[in-house]
């Protein structure tokens, strides 16, 4: 019985980020069950092409931009991020990234925010 009490705070534990973990599925968004602030992390490489637009655009960044990319409303939402904004990204200089990074399969006219994507 000892024993048993002794692994009860990790059981409680376990239980909680379980409960957790489901509520976080249920409240997907546009980044499926990851929020575009944390992905937006990975436009690290793209620093400083999101702030001027005739900084050249880094192999590593195009590669992050076209993956986060396959899902065009994630895309938007990482640009628009806080932590996007916290960082200096110039989200009319950002939204032209794809472009610059000659992605062929980019979606040509959608909105984001108060922008459209060339």
């Not at 976080?24 to 602030?37: I, K, W």
Request: proline share 8%; aromatic share 2%; charged share 15%.
């Amino acid at each position: 019985m000892e024993t048993m009490m002794k692994y009860l705070p990790v059981l409680a534990l376990l239980l909680l980020a379980s409960i957790a973990g489901l509520e976080m599925a249920d409240a997907a968004g546009e980044c499926g069950n990851q929020s575009p602030d944390r992905i937006a992390f990975q436009l690290a490489p793209c620093a400083s092409a999101s702030q001027n637009k005739n900084a050249a655009v880094s192999a590593p960044c195009c590669s992050a931009v076209q993956r986060i990319g396959q899902n065009p409303s994630c895309l938007c939402a990482v640009m628009l991020s806080k932590t996007a904004k916290n960082a200096g990204v110039s989200p009319e200089v950002a939204i032209t990234i794809p472009k610059r990074c000659n992605i062929s399969n980019r979606p040509v006219g959608s909105k984001c925010g108060g922008y459209t994507l060339p």
